[in-house]
């Protein structure tokens, strides 16, 4: 299935001048499809919305939205990234006074997940990479990702599925392409990330089924000490779901009931 730019199929792409491209100035939204539906749209448009109101680019949120729709009815089912730049400007970091925004969807296969990373549960990898406290940019999928891309690349082989990344302060804050859930006297409890980190779809959708079943949730800071002595430890995306995680450096925790009860709710979400 062919890229779209601006709603239409177009093997042209970007503009060189545009400030996506130059200075990552810019948004994205990884948006499952299953049977030509979209999951969690409402979740991507919201955090989208956001993120361009903090960054001044100007969104049709209802265009946008009905074509996503139609991409994805296309596609039936993959991954539709999309992606919003600030649109051309000349040389110097100063934004046009009327950005003229261009949308970008991508299409990609269904990804292909190991099966024992959500039965057997995963290793993580304790990242060197940190995080920079910025809170203009904190929760948002801006298109600046270079503290993945380093962090990515501190491991490799199959020993690790994700790597655990702090912040400049030592707390930690979520996985390279995970958010990150602990579980500490029948308390479900993710970091904040008003400082940094991406507030991922999978996160909020987790924090509201929890809220339904009545499990206590804290939404604050994690030291590491507190992460290592944690009942239980798990990662999610909107992707995967739930991934247990079993080990940490010398650290191993079982598998628990939370953990698989709401693993067994992010998979039921991303079957329908």
């Known amino acids: 299935m062919k890229d779209w730019v601006n709603g239409q199929p177009d093997e042209a792409g970007l503009s060189f001048r545009d400030r996506g491209l130059a200075y990552g100035h810019g948004l994205f939204e990884t948006i499952g499809v299953h ?38 009815a296309l596609l039936r089912n993959g991954v539709a990234k999309l992606i919003i730049t600030a649109g051309l400007g000349e040389r110097g970091y100063a934004a046009p006074s ?31 990479t ?35 990344m702090c912040d400049a302060f030592g707390h930690v804050v979520e996985g390279v392409f995970s958010n990150l859930f602990i579980v500490s006297r029948n308390t479900l409890i993710t970091p904040a990330l008003d400082s940094c980190g991406v507030a991922g779809v999978m996160r909020s959708y987790l924090l509201r089924c929890a809220d339904g079943l009545g499990v206590m949730t804290e939404i604050r800071p994690v030291t590491l000490s507190e992460f290592m002595a944690a009942d239980e430890v798990f990662m999610c995306n909107s992707q995967y779901g739930v991934w247990p995680v079993c080990t940490y450096a010398e650290h191993e925790w079982p598998i628990g009931p939370l953990t698989r009860q709401l693993q067994q709710i992010a998979s039921k979400a991303l079957d329908s």
Not at 37 to 42: G, K, M, N
Not at 138 to 156: D, P, T, Y
């Open 35 to 72: 049977n030509g539906q979209p999951r969690f749209l409402d979740d991507h448009l919201m955090r989208l919305l956001e993120g361009c109101r903090r960054l001044a680019i100007p969104l049709e949120l209802d265009a946008v939205r009905l074509e996503i729709l139609e991409y994805a």
């Open 98 to 128: 009327n950005p003229l925004p261009q949308r970008l969807l991508l299409a990609s296969p269904v990804p292909r997940y190991p099966s024992e990373n959500a039965e057997q549960g995963i290793r993580l990898f304790p990242c060197q």
């Open 130 to 164: 940190r995080l920079a406290c910025q809170p203009l940019l904190a929760g948002l999928k801006h298109l600046n990702r270079l503290e993945q891309v380093l962090a990515r690349g501190e491991w490799q082989g199959a020993n690790y599925a994700e790597g655990l």
